[in-house]
């Protein structure tokens, strides 16, 4: 496994436009020429000159070039309803918890399906996904493309999705539709601040500040769609 994953920013020249400044512990450090950070679990972060012409910039490199999104579903009387985790996120809501479709990082030498069976597994404690969890159709994603490397073979983030049955989930006390007890274990990543999951309407999914989110809800509809097993409906029920 190699500790570092490769890019292609270069590194920075005498003429290079230089538009960015490093901060070491609070001090400006000059006349860098590259800089990476690494986690091998994770991905690399760089600093060079840009492919893109002349002058710096930073990017990311993730394992995979990014990890995989499960977004759980269940129609129920025509209306789809999405699968959401409730997680403390504090770089999205530095107060509030936040709503998001179960996703994550790829561990190494994991395929993306694996990733997308082991997070929606571990952050909504749904059993047996390996069954039901299938891709999505196109290409891979990329969180933002001016930051983000995914040019290798086969990488970016991978959208999933897996069918829950009406009968597998039940309305909560606080009128949610939740998970019932017969396809759940207990989720493994409270440390992650993972409050719990629930099925909401696909049109407040689509209304979620996740963009991982709203990425996978557009690419389900398209598929459920295209597929004949949902007809879209203007509003949202309720």
Known sequence: MSIMMPTLLESIKEGIGRGWTLLLDGKPVVNVSSLVLFNPPFGSLFYGKSPSGDYDQWSFHEVGGGGAVNVPYCIIE?????GVVEQKRPLQDKVNPVLNVPRGFMDPEETHFETAVREVNEEAGIQDAKRKTILLPGVSGNPNSAFFETWGDGEGVAFYCLKILPEEIKKSDDDYYILNEKVVTPVSKAAEGIMGSRF???????????????????????????????QLSSSAPG
């Open 78 to 82: 025509g209306l789809l309803y999405v």
């Open 200 to 230: 909401i309407p696909w049109q407040e999914a689509l209304a979620l500040g996740d963009m991982m989110t709203l990425s996978a809800v557009s690419r389900l509809l398209g598929f459920l769609v295209s597929h004949g097993a949902l």
